[in-house]
C-alpha cells in the first residue's frame, strides 16, 4: 500500500516562506506525476503545482513566480516551496501522486497539511 506523508504546513505571516514535502513510501513502484492541491474553507480544490517524472513543471497562474514545485526521485519525495505567500494562499496543501504498479496507474493522496498566512 503507497502512502503519502506531508510535512511542512504552518502558520506564517504574509510575505513569508514556507517549504512542503511530501514523501512517497509502502513498496515496490514508480512514481509518474505528482502535484500539490489545495482547498480553502468553501472553495473547490485546484491545481496548485504538478511535476511530470522528466521534472517538466506547470503551475496555477495565481502562485507563478512566488511557487516552485520539485522533486528528488531518488527519495521518492515532492517539494514545493512557497515564497511571497499572501492570505489568499491560506488552505490545506494536499499531496497527489500517480503511481505505477506493474502495468496500472493508481492516483494517491496525502492527508493534508494546513497552510495558514496571516496579514
Known amino acids: 500500500q503507497v502512502q503519502l506523508v506531508e510535512s511542512g504546513g504552518g502558520l506564517v505571516q504574509a510575505g513569508g516562506s514556507l517549504r512542503l514535502s511530501c514523501a512517497a513510501s509502502g513498496g515496490i513502484f514508480r512514481l509518474d506525476a505528482m502535484g500539490w492541491y489545495r482547498q480553502a474553507p468553501g472553495k473547490q480544490r485546484e491545481l496548485v503545482a504538478r511535476?511530470?517524472?522528466?521534472?517538466?513543471?506547470n503551475y496555477a497562474d495565481s502562485v507563478k513566480g512566488r511557487f516552485t514545485i520539485s522533486r528528488d526521485n531518488a527519495k521518492n519525495t515532492v517539494y514545493l516551496q512557497m515564497n511571497s505567500l499572501k492570505p489568499e494562499d491560506t488552505a490545506v496543501y494536499s499531496c497527489?501522486?500517480?503511481?505505477?504498479?506493474?502495468?496500472?496507474?493508481?492516483?494517491?493522496w496525502g492527508q493534508g497539511t494546513q497552510v495558514t498566512v496571516s496579514s
Open positions: 497527489n501522486a500517480e503511481v505505477l504498479l506493474g502495468v496500472n496507474l493508481y492516483e494517491y
Open positions: 511535476i511530470t517524472s522528466g521534472g517538466s513543471a
